[in-house]
């Protein structure tokens, strides 16, 4: 019975193929979470991304002389 | 643009794997002494072509990482290893239910299966090597070099066949004086061939923009870390 492993070699081609490309997106929307997370906990809740931004270009100006 | 040319990649890959079943099952002829067990060969033999194409894509991106430190480099060198294993594996897992009904016997030792072997592991041992050591930096550096001492391994699984007596087929493209195949068994495969290949790069380009947001995602945690105290 040759045929049963025609089938079976065609099955573990896409069975393999499947299963890596499940593997590909669990992963890829995995981190399209994280980067969304940390992105609008940076910008968003506390504005630190910004004030970050604007720490650095304040302290990169000459101290002010009284 | 952002998401419509993996959409096109995506659905060309798709009609192109179609056309080659359809071609596979109802174009190409049946084979005389082997019979319909033969059909492995269209999905067997491409496998093993992309392994190729794959390792030699790590060995080129590891040589260009190794020279100008790029991480572009370095990512690519990684998705082509892990996508190579996976093309690896089909050719591994094909083989043996291919040789089972043709020569009675699921492996065997010849020159030809053990160096194909000793790719699929080199691959095994690029992708752990890249997940065991813990600094990025060094784990891409050895990972390099592995990929690059590795490739002598290619050159010499191709030649196998040509050089040595081994139980594995002589090969039917390539093969000189004697070889060939029907023209409609031909055309089958190099459309598989194709149809592999064009697999093979919708699935490295999305295993290469995984690397891409995941550095992204490193560099906003390091800017995060760094960030002064807002006390």
Redo the contacts between chains.
Sequence with gaps: M??I??F???S??WV??FL??WS?SR??AR??K??EE??SS?EGG?G??K??VR?VEENSQPPRTT | MGKTLPTVHLLVTLAWMILAFWMIFLYAPQELTMGEVQRIFYIHAPSGWVAGTAYCMVFLCSVVYLWNRSPLADDLAHAAGEVGFVFCSCLIVTGPLWAKPAWGIWWTWDARLTLTFVLWMLFVSYLMLRSYVSSPGRAATLAAVVGIIGFVDVPLDYMAIRWWRTQHPQPVIAGGEGSGLDPRMFLTFMVCVGAFHCLFSYLLLQRFRLAGARRELSALRRALAIRPSED
Aim: charged fraction near 20%; glycine fraction near 0%; hydrophobic fraction near 55%.
């Design positions: 040759p045929n492993y025609l079976l070699a065609f573990a081609l393999i193929f890596y490309a590909l992963r890829q981190l399209r994280e980067l940390l992105k940076l506390r630190v991304w004030s970050d720490t």
